[in-house]
T-cell receptor, first 114, second 114 residues
Framework: DTGVSQNPRHKITKRGQNVTFRCDPI?????LYWYRQTLGQGPEFLTY????????KSRLLSDRFSAERPKGSFSTLEIQRTEQGDSAMYLC????????????FGNGTRLTVT | TQLLEQSPQFLSIQEGENLTVYCNSS?????LQWYRQEPGEGPVLLVT???GGEVKKLKRLTFQFGDARKDSSLHITAAQTGDTGLYLC??????????????WGAGTKLIIKP
């Protein structure tokens, strides 16, 4: 079990730039989730995929955010025209597609927008 | 809107002491999960409780789900420096079809001093 892998671990970017993060889930997991976490808070759900289909997207997610999982394996999360308020830890998690299947989180990508 | 309130927000104690942290809501939950998150890492699932009054033990950690399934507690006996981390609870208002439905608390930041 290699676990959920996220790259890069850290990203510093200037306001207005685009950034893209990658998540490689546990290979036998059908479901993949993206979360955002700021200091002193729990994870905030952004979006989730079952295989390659994006099934849910948070209403809090602005149009500047887009996620893909083209072949049902790895996923990318892109943020366009970054703002300082986007600074956070972006967590990816995966799970199997059955009732109460537990989440397995990656170690996140910490984004700092200057 | 369902909320999970965790208390205390921050706790710093000496190694060897006992402690209890709480996860409370005014709403009923179908199940509740506890996670530990170490600095720079993603949350790791510790336990899931599903039955009112249920008690689960994980070595020195004891988890309890309230009889009314509105609250939960985590008790640590003889705390060790390795217990340091952010303890998060996450609840499901109905049997989980998918983890995106989880409601997250803001966490208790625990520091165990040697």
């Amino acid at each position: 079990d290699t676990g959920v892998s996220q790259n890069p671990r850290h990203k510093i970017t200037k306001r207005g730039q685009n950034v893209t993060f990658r998540c490689d889930p546990i290979s036998e997991h059908n479901r993949l989730y993206w979360y955002r976490q700021t200091l002193g808070q729990g994870p905030e759900f952004l979006t989730y995929f079952q295989n390659e289909a994006q099934l849910e997207k948070s209403r809090l997610l602005s149009d500047r955010f887009s996620a893909e999982r083209p072949k049902g394996s790895f996923s990318t999360l892109e943020i366009q025209r970054t703002e300082q308020g986007d600074s956070a830890m972006y967590l990816c998690a995966s799970s199997r597609a059955y009732y109460n299947s537990p989440l397995h989180f990656g170690n996140g990508t910490r984004l700092t927008v200057t | 809107t369902q909320l999970l309130e965790q208390s205390p927000q921050f706790l710093s104690i000496q190694e060897g002491e006992n402690l209890t942290v709480y996860c409370n809501s005014s709403s009923v939950f179908s199940s509740l999960q506890w996670y530990r998150q170490e600095p720079g890492e993603g949350p790791v699932l510790l336990v899931t409780v599903v039955t009112g009054g249920e008690v689960k033990k994980l070595k020195r950690l004891t988890f309890q789900f309230g009889d009314a399934r509105k609250d939960s507690s985590l008790h640590i006996t003889a705390a060790q420096t390795g217990d340091t981390g952010l303890y998060l609870c996450a609840g499901a208002s109905r049997p989980l079809d998918s983890n995106y439905q989880l409601i997250w608390g803001a966490g208790t930041k625990l520091i165990i001093k040697p």
